[in-house]
């Protein structure tokens, strides 16, 4: 992608278990572009989460990343030291988790993190950071903003600790915003506030986003790209509308099926059959094939590598359908 900010190739990260070694991550590969949102979608457990993690070197002690890159304008982010990493976290790197009340210290005051964050990060004076602080909260539409920074987080409803989070994950302007299922929790209305916010401040500061989610009615509202995760791995890449409309991977396929429909009545939603593999003992050749109706014996014993569809369009299937 000519104009990539974010390159992640081949990711491989491994967790060392009682039962064997599982590859979490097998094979990852993801581009992000310039000034757009990427959906990454797939079931709870394939590594959406991990690769966010991966990406801001924030796994836990035992995993390990045993091959591949995550390229950030053209620098190896696995190359760097822990001291350069942690200057790149926040700066040009943030994330928003899908769980505000674990991630907002419950000793301090919202003025008081984002003050921190901004005298630590842009070297700015309090009087400054104050006002950075408070022009952040009103771009997030908070009522009263220098009443928010005087308020501990169990002061704030649910909408406001997540709004909160938004604003001091973009305090300091980062090329690439992480957002890992940014409205969990939270009730339709003010997910859609939020997500509406995420757009809004994406075009006014010029930044990149990861999304995260398992909802494809969210990156069909919000997205401009999807990437389909399935055990570990990328199958399915491209334009929202080409993924959603002429989705070409058996999984991406039976995801929309069992997606209900709001003007078709049915009695049982469509299943994809059977059950998410092991990682610890995959099945050989591509993972999806016991549970995929166009296998044919390659897919038994091969894995698929991407194939070029149109308008960067990817899947990584023998039998494109």
Known sequence: MKDALLSVRNLRVCFPTTYGLVAALDGVCLELEKEKILGLVGETGCGKTLTALSILRLLPPSARIVA???VLRKRNLLDLSESEIREIRG??????????????????????VMIEVLESRQKIGRREA?????????????PNPERILRLYPHELSGGMKQRVMIAIALLCHPELLIADEPTTALDVTIQAQILELIRDIVKELRTSVLLITHNLGI???NCEEAAIMYAGTVVEHGEVRDVLEKPGHPYTRGLL???PKLFQKKETLEVIPGSIPSLIDPPSGCKFHPRCSYAIGKCKRERPSPVGLEHGHYVSCFRIV
């Open 257 to 259: 099926s069992a997606t």
């Open 68 to 70: 591949g890159e995550i």
């Open 219 to 221: 990156v069909a509202e």
């Open 91 to 112: 700066k040009e790197v943030s994330m928003v988790f899908q769980d505000p009340t674990s991630y907002l210290d419950p000793v301090f005051t919202v003025g008081e």
């Open 130 to 142: 104050i006002e950075a602080s408070i022009e952040m909260l009103t771009k997030l539409r908070l």
